[in-house]
């Protein structure tokens, strides 16, 4: 794992380099992602960011789009806010139904769910913050199927949560979808790590 705060135009692979061990570097990734995904209720997971998650967010999108050296800045412009900047945790979360009525009826009734997201540890709650870069309710409050959070740690927190076999809860509080989960050890331990 690579505790950076930020990419640069210096870590971006060119095309060519990245599409010949793709395959690997997809691997690498996906064995990482593995402790920093936790499912919070029957429609909700939260896919826990890092430095090497968006790495392979970025390589992924400039291989898929094809953009170049050009698009390298757009790209590190929106995924930099996601990698956690040492006293926070930073999670996409997608509200994930396969049926696109119940989607429809359930993401109409969840507006402002980012808002109720926290982290519990050691007695205390940390409030999520949501991506600033746009509103993902709609005025009439439907929610996106795809939020973005940031948890900004106290240093007594960040302690707490470092602690092995500490008991951290994840979890949604809004009316209409009120799920916890506990963090196995696997997970407290890999999202420890982003605290550097």
């Known amino acids: 794992m ?49 430095f090497d998650t968006m790495w392979l967010q970025v390589q992924e999108m400039l291989h898929i789009e094809k953009g170049g050296p050009a698009q390298i800045a757009d ?14 945790l930073v999670a996409t979360f997608m509200i994930e139904i396969d049926d696109p009525l119940r989607r429809a009826r359930v993401l109409s009734g969840l507006g402002g769910v980012e808002e109720t997201a926290f982290i519990e540890v050691g007695g205390e709650r940390v409030a999520a913050r949501a991506e600033e ?17 940031h948890f900004p740690f106290t240093d007594a927190q960040v302690a707490a949560f470092r602690e092995p076999n500490t008991r ?29």
Do not use: C
């Open 2 to 50: 690579t505790n950076r705060h930020e990419l640069t135009p210096s870590d971006i692979l060119p095309w060519a380099e990245y599409a010949k061990d793709r395959a690997e570097h997809r691997r690498r990734i996906t064995a990482i992602k593995r402790n920093r995904r936790v499912e919070v209720g029957p429609f909700v997971t939260f896919y826990f960011e890092s």
């Open 75 to 88: 790209e590190l412009a929106a995924y930099n806010p996601l990698i956690p900047k040492g006293r926070e």
């Open 133 to 149: 870069d746009q509103d993902r309710t709609t005025a009439e409050g439907k929610a996106s199927s795809v939020q973005f959070v």
């Open 168 to 196: 951290v809860i994840l979890g949604l509080t809004h009316p209409n979808y009120s799920h916890m989960a506990v963090l196995s050890e696997a997970t407290r331990a890999a999202l420890a790590e982003d605290f550097a």
